[in-house]
């Protein structure tokens, strides 16, 4: 067994899975992949090329690396190594995005000035090939490379090579994956498959699974969620053909609605402040606000990584839901009159969520006011009806009880996390830090030392990011790194004292009189000891 089909056995162990047979099989493939990433682990970036070897369906893998410095050589070798035929390697000077925007200055305003810059890139582009002397017909692999920028960067240069790719093999549809998500056989065919009869559908997504659920608690706690409430998120926006959000690891979009929307998604801004965290959901939502059908493949299976860590899973789920509310509450009113009217309750549940709930269980826990009863009944009755869910609409679903007994303590750990996280979320949604580093063992040591570079801040609108409350530079000596701690996850720390004290209080009431003090002391006695433990936590245990 091969070292992907390992992987994905463990993003799929003890879930039972139907896969539709695919027409890719028998008919001339329709798509074409590209793959992003930045300093990632070499074992893992392997594992990951190597999915796309034996995908159906693609036509051509493109594969783009933010990154040109030393450190950075070892995922162009690792690409070479596992496509040694037909394949290539070209070096930007200049990322395209910074042609794009200097060409946006330049030029008058105009309604086709955002069609002439994405042509006048994928001239830049094919001069670029002309020149290196590479010819698309002679390879089937591509690897591009560009001094770092970030995310949003590299993905505008490969979705631009993407667009030379298509017109010239006369693609209709470009797979978008990261370099840590891994593909099986019939990923890229069973997604592409649901959209091919439809002209209106500009794009969709498959269904994840977490690759390394074995790793510790914590990631098995995550396989259990995406379990259970990726697919409920995905599949019913998805049936009236509104999907919020194609998912960065597993996204399908159509060529000719993707060229027009590229540049306003890499130069939006929310209130003076360029956006980046959210650079998959704007994507859907440029889609959607130029009336396209975006879907969600369920039979379509993709396996990403889930952080291993709690200060990792934590960034990562604030940045999400930072995103979710950008574009929920500022960036997409237009959407809601276009599309079913679910998507508009569905962002007015996620913004009065974030505030009331939090701030019901604090009121509760400090003075003992309570707004309404919470009984353990209540996610007793959620569970089961994920589970009967699962059971009868699901098509990967646990097939061993052991499986199943997961996800009561995945959705416990979920829903109590995830309040907090909302909160924070929506308080900080301006904030343009990402978070995560990346996972080379060079990136992981500076980040707990506190020197992550995770992003440049010398091109493509990176400036603009100033605001909120991680923009202020932080030092790499120990005070500062306590204090970048404290940003980031220190909201994380009062909540889960306000939450230990709720459920203390909770207790007490039903042993002692109200009247008499014992359940306040109590409360914010364990508040208190939770505060403490929590923090040693913060700043020794999360580094």
Request: glycine share 6%; proline share 4%; with cysteine.
């Amino acid at each position: 067994m091969s070292s992907v089909d390992h992987l994905m056995e463990k993003g799929l162990a003890g879930i039972s899975t139907k896969q539709k047979s695919s027409k890719a099989e028998t008919s001339k493939p329709e798509c074409m992949a590209a793959v992003i990433g930045y300093r990632e682990d070499a074992d893992l970036f392997t594992q990951a090329l190597e999915s796309y070897s034996r995908a159906l369906g693609c036509e051509f893998v493109l594969v783009g690396i933010d990154g040109d410095e030393k450190e950075d050589e070892y995922m162009i070798e690792i690409f070479k190594k596992v496509y040694p035929k037909r394949s290539a390697v070209i070096h930007l000077d200049t990322p395209l995005v910074d042609l794009a925007l200097e060409l946006s200055s330049s030029l008058p305003e105009s309604q086709n000035k955002d069609d002439h810059i994405i042509a006048s890139c994928i001239r830049v582009v094919r001069q670029h090939l002309h020149e290196s002397n590479i010819s698309l017909h002679d390879i089937r692999y591509l690897c591009v490379h560009q001094p770092h920028m970030h995310k949003k960067g590299i993905m505008f240069t490969t979705f631009i090579l993407s667009l030379v790719i298509t017109q010239t093999f006369g693609l209709e549809w470009i797979w978008s994956s990261d370099s840590d998500t891994i593909v099986d056989r019939n990923t890229i065919s069973s997604t592409t498959s649901i959209c091919t009869s439809d002209n209106d559908v500009g794009g969709a997504c498959a269904t994840l699974v977490i690759h390394n659920r074995d790793d510790n608690l914590l990631t098995r706690l995550s396989a259990a969620v995406y379990l259970s409430d990726y697919y409920l998120a995905r599949s019913f926006p998805s049936s009236f053909a509104a999907n919020e959000c194609q998912s960065g690891p597993c996204a399908l979009f159509r060529a000719s609605a993707l060229a027009p929307i590229l540049l306003p998604w890499y130069t939006q801004t929310v209130m003076g402040r360029w956006m980046r965290v959210n650079e998959d959901r704007h994507l859907t939502t440029l889609l959607l606000r130029r009336g396209y059908r975006v879907l969600y493949a369920a039979d379509a299976i993709a396996a990403t990584e889930s952080p291993p860590t709690l200060r990792r899973w934590l960034l990562q789920q604030v940045r999400w839901s930072r995103a979710c509310h950008v574009e929920g509450l500022l960036a997409a009113p237009a959407i809601y009159v276009l599309h079913h009217p679910v998507l508009f309750l569905n962002a007015v549940r996620r913004a009065l969520g974030a505030v009331a709930i939090p701030l019901s269980v604090s009121a509760y826990a400090l003075t003992g006011y309570a707004t309404r009863s919470l009984a353990g009944a209540d996610m007793c009755r959620r569970l089961l009806v994920i589970c009967v869910y699962l059971v009868l609409r699901s098509p990967c679903r646990p097939r061993k009880w052991t499986e199943w007994l997961w996800l009561l303590p995945g959705q416990a750990m979920f829903s109590i996390a995830a309040q907090g996280i909302q909160l924070w979320a929506l308080i900080t949604m301006l904030d343009g830090d990402w978070g995560t580093c990346m996972r080379a063992s060079t990136e992981v040591h500076a980040d707990a030392v506190g020197e992550s570079n995770a992003d440049s801040t010398e091109s493509g609108l990176q400036g603009n990011t100033k605001g909120g409350l991680l923009a202020s530079p932080i030092g790499t000596g120990r005070k500062s790194r306590v204090r970048r701690r404290a940003q980031e996850i220190g909201f994380f720390v009062f909540w889960i004292g306000l939450v230990v004290g709720a459920l203390v209080r909770a207790w007490a009431s039903g042993s002692y009189a109200p009247d008499d003090g014992i359940p306040t002391l109590l409360a914010f006695g364990c508040m208190m000891m939770t505060w403490l433990g929590m923090a040693w936590w913060m700043v020794v245990v999360s580094n």
